[in-house]
């Protein structure tokens, strides 16, 4: 069974630093791992995703430069480094995971965990 677990999110100044947490198990070196965020009365967006074996990473333009998607595999964790925050990456941020190569379509990640609060105030 597949659970994901984020921790790490909070409020910060606007060009602060947050470092999300997503402790992953029962999945393989083979699933892709992703971060996507939701604001409020928004849609769910990609933010970052890499294949969990390989190492290639993908990031929406807006966190280009910003953010950091990385992974320590031999502890089963996923980690988005989030630099110089702007007020407009306040969201609840997800972790997901799928099978096969990574996507920017929501609907299209299997596994989904329960998300944490970040907040970036001006």
């Known amino acids: 069974q597949v659970q994901l677990v984020e921790s790490g999110g909070g409020l910060v100044q606007a060009g602060g630093s947050l470092r999300l947490t997503c402790a992953a198990s029962?999945?393989?070196?083979?699933?892709?791992m992703g971060w996507f965020r939701q604001a409020p009365g928004k849609e769910r967006e990609f933010v970052a995703a890499?294949?969990?074996?390989?190492?290639?990473?993908s990031y929406r333009d807006s966190v280009k430069g910003r953010f950091t998607i990385s992974r320590d595999n031999a502890k089963n964790t996923v980690y988005l480094q989030m630099n110089s925050l702007k007020p407009e990456d306040t969201a609840v941020y997800y972790c997901a995971t799928k099978w096969g190569p990574s996507t920017a379509v929501a609907a299209e990640w299997e596994y989904w965990g329960q998300g944490t609060q970040v907040t970036v105030s001006s």
């Open positions: 890499m294949r969990r074996s390989g190492g290639i990473t």
């Open positions: 029962g999945t393989y070196n083979s699933y892709a």
